[in-house]
C-alpha cells in the first residue's frame, strides 16, 4: 500500500535527519490515507524536533482523534505542551 510505503520512506529520512524529505514522505501518505494515523504522528515528531511546537501539536491532536489508545501521541502532545509553554517563558 503507497500510504504504507510513503511512511516507511518517511522514517528512513527521519532516520537520517533528512527532516525536509521526511515531511514531504508522511504528508504525501496522509493525502493518500486521511485515516492512517502514524504518518501524522511521525509528521509530528519531525515538527517537534524542528521546534514547530504548534504543528507538531496539531499533528499529535489528530492521531488521537483518528486513535485514542495511542499513548505515544499522548505522550508527545504534553511534552510538545510543555516545551513551548518552557520556550514562551525564555522568550523565544
Known amino acids: 500500500e ?6 516507511e520512506r518517511g522514517q528512513a529520512r ?10 514531504q514522505d508522511f504528508t504525501a ?4 490515507q486521511p485515516g492512517f494515523e502514524v504518518p501524522y504522528y511521525n509528521r509530528g515528531l ?12 496539531k499533528d499529535f491532536r489528530k492521531v488521537l482523534e483518528l486513535n485514542p489508545q495511542f499513548e505515544d501521541a499522548a505522550l508527545s502532545l504534553k511534552q510538545a505542551i510543555l516545551d513551548k ?8
Request: proline share 0%.
Open 85 to 92: 509553554e518552557e520556550k514562551q517563558k525564555r522568550g523565544y
Open 46 to 57: 519531525v515538527r517537534y524536533r524542528l521546534g514547530d511546537f504548534d504543528e507538531a501539536m
Open 2 to 7: 503507497l500510504a504504507a510505503a510513503l511512511n
Open 14 to 23: 527521519y532516520l537520517r535527519v533528512e527532516f525536509a524529505a521526511a515531511l
Open 29 to 32: 501518505a496522509i493525502e493518500c
